[in-house]
């Protein structure tokens, strides 16, 4: 059985980066490890032995690791605001391959924007997401009906939608994280016209 350890998840699970799984275990293919959940960016200040929340994470967390390889090599997630796009490509610095295919959908970029931002020799695909999931605006990405793996367990669908982006077209307009930060808009309120 392929474990956590083993992976380029590791160093991620011993960090405590890795939390609030959906999944988190084996998957369908050989070797492989799943992980739905949140990787926490940066952690607060913790008193005594008191648990905190993460200030921020990469929400919605898609990703698979390989047994035995240092690298991820695909991983989506959702980030609140595009800023902290540095802080990714900080915390999964040696985590992540030139040749890995990696999508932020944000809250703060415009919603007709489809950005790929290069940090060090990393490629991020920095996609809009509003009141959206990560799954599915994964599953439009790679044109994927829930229909298609609704027999599936847990780790077959993630394997099935992940092993998709294979086959991506994913020229993007390319732009540099400060022309970044200049676009990006103010992050939305999330829980603004939600009721009490």
Same mark, same amino acid.
């Given at each position: 059985?392929?474990?956590?350890?083993?992976?380029?998840?590791?160093?991620?699970?011993?960090?405590?980066?890795?939390?609030?799984?959906?999944?988190?275990?084996?998957?369908?293919?050989?070797?492989?490890?799943?992980?739905?959940?949140?990787?926490?960016?940066?952690?607060?200040?913790?008193?005594?032995?008191?648990?905190?929340?993460?200030?921020?994470?990469?929400?919605?967390?898609?990703?698979?690791?390989?047994?035995?390889?240092?690298?991820?090599?695909?991983?989506?997630?959702?980030?609140?605001?595009?800023?902290?796009?540095?802080?990714?490509?900080?915390?999964?610095?040696?985590?992540?391959?030139?040749?890995?295919? #990696?999508?932020?959908?944000?809250?703060?970029?415009? =919603?007709?924007?489809?950005?790929? %931002? @290069?940090?060090? /020799?990393? &490629?991020?695909?920095?996609?809009?997401?509003?009141?959206?999931?990560?799954?599915?605006?994964?599953?439009?990405?790679?044109?994927?009906?829930?229909?298609?793996?609704?027999?599936?367990?847990?780790?077959?669908?993630?394997?099935?939608?992940?092993?998709?982006?294979?086959?991506?077209?994913?020229? #993007?307009?390319?732009?540099?994280?400060?022309?970044? =930060?200049?676009?990006?808009?103010? %992050? @939305?309120?999330? /829980?603004? &016209?939600?009721?009490?």
């Amino acid at each position: 059985m392929t474990s956590i350890e083993n992976t380029a998840l590791g160093r991620l699970e011993k960090e405590g980066r890795l939390l609030n799984a959906v999944l988190k275990g084996t998957t369908t293919k050989p070797g492989r490890f799943g992980f739905r959940g949140d990787i926490a960016l940066k952690f607060q200040t913790q008193l005594a032995d008191e648990k905190r929340p993460p200030d921020y994470s990469i929400e919605q967390v898609l990703t698979i690791a390989q047994d035995g390889e240092r690298f991820i090599s695909v991983l989506a997630g959702y980030l609140h605001s595009f800023a902290y796009l540095a802080d990714v490509a900080t915390v999964l610095d040696g985590a992540l391959s030139p040749a890995g295919r #990696y999508f932020m959908f944000c809250n703060n970029i415009d =919603l007709l924007a489809k950005y790929q %931002v @290069k940090l060090g /020799n990393i &490629n991020f695909h920095v996609l809009p997401c509003d009141e959206s999931t990560v799954w599915k605006e994964m599953m439009d990405l790679v044109g994927m009906n829930k229909d298609d793996i609704k027999k599936l367990d847990p780790g077959g669908k993630l394997d099935n939608l992940l092993d998709a982006t294979k086959d991506l077209d994913l020229s #993007y307009e390319e732009i540099s994280y400060d022309d970044g =930060l200049r676009r990006m808009e103010a %992050v @939305k309120n999330r /829980n603004e &016209n939600r009721p009490v």
